[in-house]
């Protein structure tokens, strides 16, 4: 399948002549959801975004900020990072032959994260400090030297991944009523509300964010942002405005859910729907079962990455191995016992 610049030129701020940097990107499952149906009674759908190329909604926005930068003659992309965005950011600049540098909070990423940004060949920074500092610092270095800064601050970034909208009108043709999505830097929800204003269609925003990391529920930032949910650990959003914006036009709302309302949601969506997501992603199922959806009868749930970036967290959480002997009867009762 062509990636999304290909699929939505016409919307997107590239001109037929501009060169693409693409892995396929966009296209990703909307799937229904019975368990978390009937748990909320409302119909619910998945959008599994996961299914992208490095296994995460980044790459709608990457493949635009990438293409922007290679068309801007830049010799390197830096982002800040908890994660998904480093990933990313090193995969689409090993496509286009940039440099890649990475900054995240040390010992605050997850596993996957961290061997695909090295394995993509960025050069990965462990900032002693968090997300927030990290990002303070990038946008101080990309002000001083010509590397191309691909974090949502990024107006290309919110282009690209306000495509995930279109891809929901597309498939669902009576539309949706609300959209429970997960609230990190804020990025997310600021082009899936950009989406779906340039459609015409304003279903209710609905954001959550971790009850340790939730800046916008209380409005204000948390200095020490802390939840399972690595990838959401953020205390500054930096779209904090436009996604208030974005939840107050919709009549929707921004709410926390704890950590253990998300690894719950997380579980059921494994073991009861069949679908592996990373922690944060279960953020916006979490917040749909603790909060619900006001009068919505469609809801279309964001599952923003792909289970397999964080191994530690999923083993954590799951059943252990049944150790057998290499013997017919031990299998027969490992198996069926
Ligand atoms: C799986 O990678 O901020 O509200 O640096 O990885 O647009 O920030 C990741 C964010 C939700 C929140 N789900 O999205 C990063 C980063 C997952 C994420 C979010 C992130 P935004």
């Not at 002693?128 to 107006?155: I, K, T, W």
């Not at 253990?260 to 922690?279: D, K, M, S, T, W």
Request: aromatic share 4%; glycine share 12%.
């Amino acid at each position: 399948m062509v990636g999304l610049i290909e699929r939505y030129r016409e919307r997107l701020p590239f001109a037929p002549e501009d060169p693409v940097v693409s892995l396929g990107e966009g296209g990703t499952p909307l799937i229904p959801a019975p368990h978390v149906s009937e748990r909320a009674g409302v119909e619910v759908w998945l959008k599994l975004e996961g299914a992208n190329p490095t296994g995460s909604f980044k790459d709608r926005g990457m493949t635009c900020a990438v293409s922007a930068a290679v068309r801007e003659g830049a010799q390197a992309v830096v982002c800040a990072s908890t994660g998904n965005t480093a990933a990313s950011a090193a995969a689409y600049a090993a496509r286009a032959g940039l440099r890649g540098a990475v900054i995240v909070p040390e010992g605050k990423i997850a596993t996957g994260k961290l061997a695909q940004a090295l394995m993509h060949g960025a050069r990965v920074i462990a900032l002693r400090g968090n997300f927030d500092r990290a990002l303070e610092l990038v946008r101080e270095l990309a002000a001083r030297h010509p590397v191309a800064l691909v974090n949502s601050v990024n107006e290309l970034r919110i282009e690209g991944q306000k495509t995930a909208a279109f891809e929901l009108l597309e498939a669902l043709e009576d539309g949706l009523d609300a959209l429970c999505i997960p609230v990190g830097n804020a990025g997310n929800i600021t082009a899936y509300w950009r989406g779906f204003t340039e459609a015409g269609r304003r279903p209710r925003m609905l954001g959550f964010q971790a009850a340790g990391a939730a800046p916008l529920v209380h409005g204000a930032p948390v200095a020490d942002p802390e939840t399972v949910a690595s990838a959401i650990r953020i205390g500054r959003p930096a779209r904090w405005e436009e996604a208030m914006d974005a939840m107050t036009s919709s009549g929707g709302a921004v709410r926390a859910v704890s950590d253990q309302q998300i690894l719950a949601a997380y579980r059921l969506l494994a073991a009861g729907e069949g679908v592996f997501c990373e922690p944060a992603s279960a953020a916006s199922v979490a917040g749909l079962l603790a909060h619900g959806a006001g009068d919505a009868r469609r809801v279309v749930c964001v599952l923003t990455g792909h289970g397999l970036k964080d191994p530690q967290t999923a083993l954590e959480q799951a059943g252990s191995v049944v150790p057998s002997e290499s013997e017919l009867g031990a299998i027969e009762r490992a198996v069926l016992g």
